[in-house]
C-alpha cells in the first residue's frame, strides 16, 4: 500500500455532512433543487457557515485493529489527522498551502512534504464545507448526471470539477438528500486511482450535520472510520498543528561547528566546476509582476532584468560597482547608484554562491549571535561586521543550515531602509544550492519578490552585462 495511501483517503471523507430525513425531491428536480435540499439538509447556509473550526476523534478500524484517531479542521481549508499505531502516530496535513505528513510505518519519521500527485488532491478535500456548498463561489463546477442505485436506494449523482480539472462524483439520497457515497481519486505512486467511499452514520453538532462513520476499501482490505467525538470551534483549539514543525537549532554547537555545517550544506559536488548560472522567473514588485531574467558569475557579479511590456528594468553588480535602470523611478538610462546602496544589490550576488562564501575576501568577522526564529524555523543567528561599518544579521535554518534571512540597513529604492531578505524554497542544480524564492521587505513591508522557475548553470555570459556602460560612467 502507498505510504500516504491510508491517511490521504481518511483525508478524503472528513468533510461530508447530510441529514438522515427530508423531503422527498419534487418530480425531475434540477441541479439547484437538489442543491438547496442538501444544504438544508446539511443544516442551513447560516448554521454551516457558522461552524469556523471542528476536533474530532475517533477510531479507525483495518484488519482487526482498532487505531485511535484524531482529525482538526479549521476554515477556510485547514487539516490535519493523526492515526496512532503501536506507539507511532501517521499524520497528514494541509496548512492552507502545503501538504505534509510523517508515517513512521515506512520509515517516513521527520515532516516531509508529500508528493505532488498526493498533495494536490489532498488539498481538494481540506475544504472546510465541501464541494455542493455555495460551490459557484468556490468556482467549483458542478453537473447533475442523473439517477443510480447505491446501497439499493435511489441517488442523485453530482459530478464535480474542481478548478484545477479533478473530478470526483458525489451521490445524494433522493429522499433525503445525505450524501451516501463518493467516488474521488488517490494516488500512489504517481498512479491516480479511483476510491468509493460509502458514508453510514451522521451525527448532529450545533445544529449541523457531519458524517460520523464511513467505510472504503483499500488494496489491504476494507477501512471503516468511527468518529466518537466532534466538538464545533473548541475553545482549546490549537491552529498550530496544521503547519510542518518548524526546524531546531542545537544550542550546544560552536560557532567553527556552524559555519562547517553551512559550508557543507552549501557545497555539493560538482559546484566548484560553476562559475556561471542564469536563472527566469517572476519579480513581484509594485504591485506589479514582471517576467525576469537573473544572471550570475563567480565570484560576485549579478544583474536582474525584468521586463515591464517592452520596458527594462535593471539592477546589476559587477563586485564593484551597483548600478541600475529603473523606469518606474524615472531613471530610464544607465546609473550608478550609490556606494551604500551597493550593498543592497550585492545581496542577490551573494544569494546564489553564499554570503558566507570567501567571507575572508570580504573582510567579514563573524560573531554567533545566539539562536532565533525565522518564520516556523529555529536558526542560527550570525553577527556580521566589517572594519569600513557595514554590519548584517544572517540566520542560518537549524538543522539544514542555509541561509534563511538577512537584516541589514542599506539604500533601497532611493532611501535608507531596515531590510530583511527572506530566502526559502532551496533546489541543487549541478551542486549549486540555489534559493527559488526571496522576499524583500522594507520595515516589515513586502517590497519585492524573485520567484525562480527556471535554471541553467554553465551558461555563456559576456562579464560587460554586469557593469555600468561607459556612457554611463563618462569613459571614452
Not at 450545533?206 to 462513520?213: F, H, N, Q
Not at 517592452?310 to 550609490?338: H, K, N, R, Y
Request: no cysteine; net charge negative; proline share 5%.
Amino acid at each position: 500500500m502507498n505510504k500516504h495511501a491510508l491517511t490521504f483517503s481518511l483525508a478524503l471523507l472528513l468533510f461530508a455532512g447530510a441529514e438522515l430525513s427530508g423531503q422527498p425531491p419534487a418530480a425531475e428536480p434540477t441541479l439547484q433543487d437538489i442543491l438547496d435540499r442538501h444544504v438544508e439538509a446539511r443544516g442551513g447556509l447560516e448554521e454551516i457557515r457558522a461552524v469556523h473550526s471542528l476536533a474530532m476523534t475517533g477510531a479507525v478500524l483495518a484488519q482487526g485493529m482498532e487505531l485511535p484517531m484524531e482529525a482538526l479542521r479549521q476554515r477556510p481549508n485547514k487539516f490535519v489527522t493523526r492515526i496512532d499505531f503501536q506507539g507511532m502516530s501517521i499524520v497528514q496535513a494541509y496548512d492552507g498551502e502545503i501538504a505534509w505528513g510523517t508515517n513512521p510505518m515506512m520509515g517516513i519519521v521527520e515532516p516531509e512534504l508529500l508528493p505532488e500527485a498526493e498533495a494536490a488532491l489532498f488539498s481538494l478535500q481540506a475544504d472546510f464545507d465541501g464541494p455542493l456548498i455555495d460551490a459557484r463561489r468556490e468556482r467549483i463546477e458542478l453537473e447533475l448526471v442523473g439517477k443510480e442505485t447505491v446501497r439499493d436506494r435511489e441517488a442523485w449523482r453530482i459530478g464535480i470539477t474542481y478548478p484545477g480539472g479533478q473530478e470526483e462524483s458525489a451521490f445524494l439520497d433522493a429522499e433525503t438528500y445525505l450524501e451516501l457515497r463518493r467516488l474521488g481519486q488517490t494516488a500512489a505512486q504517481g498512479v491516480v486511482s479511483e476510491v468509493a467511499t460509502d458514508f453510514l452514520v451522521y451525527t448532529e453538532v450545533e445544529g449541523v450535520k457531519y458524517a460520523s462513520r464511513w467505510s472504503f476499501g483499500t488494496p489491504m482490505g476494507p477501512i471503516e472510520v468511527r468518529l466518537d467525538e466532534i466538538v464545533a470551534d473548541p475553545a482549546d483549539f490549537d491552529s498550530d498543528r496544521f503547519y510542518m514543525p518548524g526546524q531546531e537549532a542545537d544550542p550546544t554547537l560552536t560557532l567553527e561547528q556552524i559555519l562547517e555545517r553551512h559550508t557543507s550544506a552549501r557545497t555539493k559536488p560538482g559546484a566548484e566546476g560553476v562559475s556561471t548560472l542564469r536563472a527566469t522567473g517572476t519579480l513581484t514588485v509594485f504591485g506589479l509582476k514582471l517576467p525576469l531574467t537573473m544572471s550570475f558569475a563567480r565570484p560576485r557579479s549579478a544583474r536582474l532584468e525584468a521586463d515591464m511590456q517592452g520596458v527594462s528594468l535593471v539592477l546589476a553588480f559587477d563586485g564593484e560597482t551597483a548600478w541600475t535602470v529603473s523606469p518606474m523611478q524615472g531613471i530610464t538610462e544607465p546609473e550608478a547608484l550609490p556606494a551604500e546602496a551597493a550593498e543592497a544589490i550585492a545581496l542577490f550576488a551573494d544569494f546564489l554562491w553564499g554570503l558566507l562564501a570567501d567571507r575572508e575576501a570580504k573582510d567579514w568577522t563573524v560573531k554567533l549571535a545566539g539562536i532565533d526564529e525565522v518564520e516556523r524555523d529555529q536558526a542560527y543567528k550570525l553577527a556580521l561586521e566589517r572594519d569600513d561599518g557595514q554590519v548584517r544579521d544572517l540566520f542560518l535554518g537549524g538543522e539544514d543550515f542555509l541561509e534563511r534571512k538577512v537584516h541589514l540597513e542599506a539604500v533601497f529604492m532611493g532611501s535608507q531602509q531596515v531590510i530583511d531578505a527572506l530566502l526559502s524554497d532551496y533546489v541543487e542544480v549541478n551542486g549549486v544550492m540555489v534559493p527559488r524564492k526571496i522576499e524583500i521587505l522594507t520595515g516589515g513591508t513586502p517590497a519585492a519578490t524573485v520567484e525562480i522557475q527556471e535554471i541553467e548553470t554553465g551558461v555563456e555570459i559576456d562579464p560587460a552585462i554586469f557593469s555600468l556602460p561607459a556612457a554611463a560612467t563618462g569613459q571614452p
